[in-house]
């Protein structure tokens, strides 16, 4: 069983375009993230929500938007997509409210923007 | 500005050679302390975390890291490596009164036969 699920895997556009990568958790997890991976393996935190709550918003272009649905979803739209956006996004969900904030981490979307 | 520290950015070993990867943090308080790996391809995977307690933790494959309050530290030990240790391996901090991880910007191990 896949605990943390994204869709697509991969996923090539071009500039300007709009597209959105979906995230699933089936882990009963209270709280879903949003990381890029960029070219050189770093990785950073872009979004979370808590119970369908936005509370982390870092430093991210207004061109991204997450939504959540419920407690087990987490989608994340891009506008208008640029060439710096290509690298891998990365799902992950934890249980916040047992006090751990040990995160699970779904199989990546590389996104690829020419 | 307070980060994450991976000083080992690319670690070449033999099979069965000793492996140490450093991660040090510049956060105050009391913080929670992972380190994860990412194989080939893949997602990251947990491979030991440190809340509190006993400051030496001991994770899967074999894998050990040793939380060092005095030094910001939170170092990787595993005896013998083998062939499929190859990845890259992060270290993450959950700074205090946060929800969220800061991850360091990792270390490829690359291990030959």
């Known amino acids: 069983d896949t605990a943390v699920s994204q869709t697509p895997k991969y996923l090539v556009t071009q500039m300007g375009n709009d597209k959105s990568i979906k995230c699933e958790q089936n882990?009963?997890?209270?709280?879903m993230y949003w990381y890029k991976q960029d070219s050189k393996k770093f990785l950073k935190i872009m979004f979370s929500?808590?119970?369908?709550?936005?509370?982390i918003n870092e430093t991210v272009p207004n061109r991204f938007s997450p939504k959540s649905p419920d407690k087990a979803h987490l989608n994340l739209h891009i506008n208008s997509l640029e060439l710096g956006d290509s690298a891998v996004y990365f799902c992950?969900?934890?249980?916040?409210?047992?006090?751990?904030?040990?995160?699970?981490f779904g199989p990546g979307t590389r996104l690829t923007v020419t | 500005a307070q980060s994450v520290s991976q000083h080992n950015h690319h670690v070449i070993l033999s099979e069965a050679a000793s492996l140490e990867l450093g991660c040090n943090y510049s956060y105050g308080g009391t913080v929670n302390l992972f380190w994860y790996v990412q194989y080939p391809g893949q997602h990251l995977q947990l491979l030991l975390k440190y809340f509190s307690g006993d400051p030496l933790v001991k994770g899967i494959k074999g894998f050990e890291a040793e939380f060092i309050k005095s030094k910001f530290s939170f170092n990787l030990r595993k005896p013998s490596v083998q062939w499929s240790d190859t990845a890259e391996y992060f270290c993450?901090?959950?700074?205090?009164?946060?929800?969220?991880?800061?991850f360091g910007t990792g270390t490829r191990l690359q291990v030959f036969p």
């Open positions: 993450a901090v959950n700074p205090p009164s946060t929800d969220k991880l800061i």
């Open positions: 929500y808590n119970n369908k709550e936005l509370i």
């Open positions: 992950a969900s934890s249980q916040l409210s047992s006090g751990t904030i040990e995160q699970y």
């Open positions: 882990l009963g997890h209270d709280t």
